[in-house]
Nanobody, 119 residues
């Protein structure tokens, strides 16, 4: 059974840092693109950052220079280091795993972890 389990969320003051982790139970984890998305109340889910199986990284403009995504294929885990957090970063953060073959598309989501930035 595929599972993506996020951890590391919480309450932090503006300017603070958090490190999110997503532990995956996936066959061929290293062949998946892994992404972090977020959804704030009343807003659509949006991409924060993703990292491909080859290590290419993409960031949303609103986190460039503040957040860093990384993966450890030996641990089947993807991370999101979040620095200089702002109140507008408050959201539920979701881990995503995506893989496409000639025949199938695999797309999995975690349940999310709450990040609240407030003084």
């Amino acid at each position: 059974q595929v599972q993506l389990v996020e951890s590391g969320g919480g309450l932090v003051r503006p300017g603070g840092s958090l490190r999110l982790s997503c532990a995956a139970s996936l066959t061929f984890f290293n062949s998946y693109s892994m992404g972090w998305y977020r959804q704030a109340p009343g807003k659509q889910r949006e991409l924060v950052a993703d990292i491909t199986s080859g290590g290419s990284i993409n960031y949303a403009d609103f986190v460039k220079g503040r957040f860093t995504v990384s993966r450890d294929n030996a641990k089947d885990t993807v991370y999101l280091q979040m620095n200089s957090l702002k109140p507008e970063d408050t959201a539920v953060y979701y881990c995503n795993a995506f893989r496409a073959t000639l025949q199938y598309r695999y797309n999995y989501w975690g349940r999310g972890t709450q990040v609240t930035v407030a003084s």
